[in-house]
């Protein structure tokens, strides 16, 4: 998925440069260098959540999406148990 598809009736071009250049500034920061990787994806969908809620800075949807996927990992890692237990 890209912003900067200008056939995309959602949003206009420069709508779709700014949530670009704020998801190229996120994945920098969480250091997500493949465009194929899930938490790229991921990472687009709070990118363009920051969008749709109103925000129109490319530093604060940048840091809004990557707060989001920090606490995402930090949620996932808490669910895996090393030692799972007894469960009878």
């Known amino acids: ?11 206009s071009t420069a709508d779709g440069e700014l949530m670009q250049l704020a998801l190229d500034g996120a994945a920098r920061t969480l250091k997500i260098e493949d465009d ?10 709070f990118v363009r959540a ?10 604060a949807i940048a840091r809004f999406a990557v707060n989001a996927v920090l606490v995402r990992r930090k949620t996932a890692k808490g669910r895996i148990r ?4 007894n469960y009878r």
């Open 36 to 45: 194929n990787d899930p938490e790229r994806k991921i990472l687009e969908r």
């Open 50 to 59: 920051a969008f749709i809620i109103g925000n129109r800075d490319a530093e």
């Open 82 to 85: 090393p030692n799972p237990g």
């Open 1 to 11: 998925m890209t912003f900067l598809d200008t056939d995309n009736p959602n949003y």
